[in-house]
């Protein structure tokens, strides 16, 4: 869907219950200042503002609150945008996502007007994140406990765990009683470390040594990348996200790596997809590298929110994936939330 000038899209009945709530807040203190506050925490980029105020605004108010805090200060965040040089397309594609999360608040609650993922909305209100085609981009601090090297005559990413990480027997995360724990020495001449495999995202158990001299450090978990979002429903043809990716490109140029975490890069759904899925092939973009979760994102993506794996079995399928899922579970696959690296075209 291309967004409209108005990048909500608010309903004839989503605009009548916000002026509804208008009108009742309008005399209250408490709600003049917060939209004062926010105005200002807007101006300002002050991203974790933005979110409490939300936040605190819809414990008084209710959920229906955060979106008429967005209407009445969705000037100051277009005048934001203008002061950042955004152009107004890339800014309405940006701010759409909150008409998608105000449907998926609507589908997990019967229909109920309302925004509560206030602290994701938080990053497009403050001009943090951007809408580059089919994906989303955010300038982040890596985080992540890896290092991430181009090697000489290489063009593949080289990525090294750093060292205390406890993984279980297949070279996945495992915390108490791991396999083994990761570690990484350096002389100046070389460095001893666990490599992760590309493809699979495990952790060797072994070390490897290797050259500092034949090896660019391109990323540590201090480094800012760029991280990429996917947004719900998106296009995720070749064509699509390689426009999307050069875009991300263009418009950050001192990003050289782009880092993403989803149930959609999980190895596993090469297996359970077919190698010629959009899916797929996305996931092959990325060098793997494991991240903690506790349940597989892709039980909330495909079956919905708050299941796990005795709720996925237990769901009568009403798509051939979530059949899918359910037999390769049944096979005894193991799914996983994913971390992926994939380097730009400048990265050297």
């Known amino acids: 869907m291309t967004p409209s000038p108005d990048p909500l899209l608010l309903t004839q009945d989503e605009r009548d219950a916000i002026d509804r709530l208008s009108e009742?807040?309008?005399?209250?203190?408490?709600?003049?200042?917060?939209?004062?506050?926010?105005?200002?925490?807007?101006?300002?980029?002050?991203?974790?503002?933005?979110?409490?105020?939300?936040?605190?605004?819809?414990?008084l108010y209710g959920p229906l609150y955060p979106l008429l805090l967005v209407k009445e200060c969705l000037t100051d965040v277009?005048?934001?945008?203008?002061?950042?040089?955004?152009?107004?397309?890339?800014?309405?594609?940006?701010l759409f996502d909150i008409r998608r999360w105000a449907d998926e608040h609507a589908a997990r609650t019967a229909g109920e007007v309302g925004l509560s993922q206030v602290h994701w909305i938080a990053r497009h209100l403050s001009c943090r994140i951007l809408q580059l085609g089919s994906l989303q981009f955010e300038p982040k601090t890596f985080g992540h406990p890896y290092r991430i090297y181009r090697q000489h005559d290489h063009d593949e990413p080289l990525i090294l765990a750093e060292a205390g990480i406890e993984c279980g027997r297949e070279g996945y995360l495992k915390e108490g009683d791991p396999a083994f724990t990761t570690a990484l020495k350096e002389d100046g001449m070389t460095l001893l470390a666990h490599r992760v495999d590309l493809i699979t995202g495990q952790i060797s158990s072994r070390s490897?040594?290797?050259?500092?001299?034949?090896?660019?450090?391109?990323?540590?978990?201090?480094t800012e990348v760029l991280n990429v979002h996917i947004p719900k429903g998106t296009d995720l043809t070749g064509d699509a996200v390689t426009a999307s990716l050069s875009w991300a490109q263009a418009i950050f140029p001192h990003h050289p790596v782009m880092v993403c975490s989803s149930w959609l890069l999980d190895p596993a759904l090469d297996a359970l997809l077919g190698g010629e899925s959009n899916i797929v092939r996305f996931m092959r973009l990325f060098a793997k590298f494991p991240i903690p979760f506790s349940v597989p994102q892709i039980y909330e993506r495909v079956f919905g929110h708050g299941f796990g794996v005795d709720?996925?079995?237990?769901?009568?399928?009403?798509?051939?994936?979530?059949?899918?899922?359910?037999?390769?579970?049944?096979?005894?696959v193991i799914f996983r939330t994913m971390g992926g690296v994939v380097l730009s075209n400048g990265a050297c």
Not at 208 to 222: N, P, T, V
């Open 24 to 59: 009742k807040l309008a005399d209250t203190s408490s709600h003049q200042r917060c939209v004062s506050s926010l105005r200002r925490a807007i101006e300002a980029q002050e991203t974790e503002t933005i979110g409490s105020l939300l936040d605190g605004g819809m414990a």
């Open 311 to 332: 709720e996925v079995l237990a769901f009568p399928p009403q798509t051939s994936l979530q059949r899918k899922v359910q037999d390769a579970l049944r096979s005894g």
């Open 78 to 94: 277009y005048e934001l945008y203008r002061s950042q040089g955004i152009s107004d397309a890339i800014r309405d594609a940006t």
């Open 208 to 222: 490897d040594s290797c050259r500092l001299d034949d090896l660019a450090l391109l990323c540590d978990r201090e």
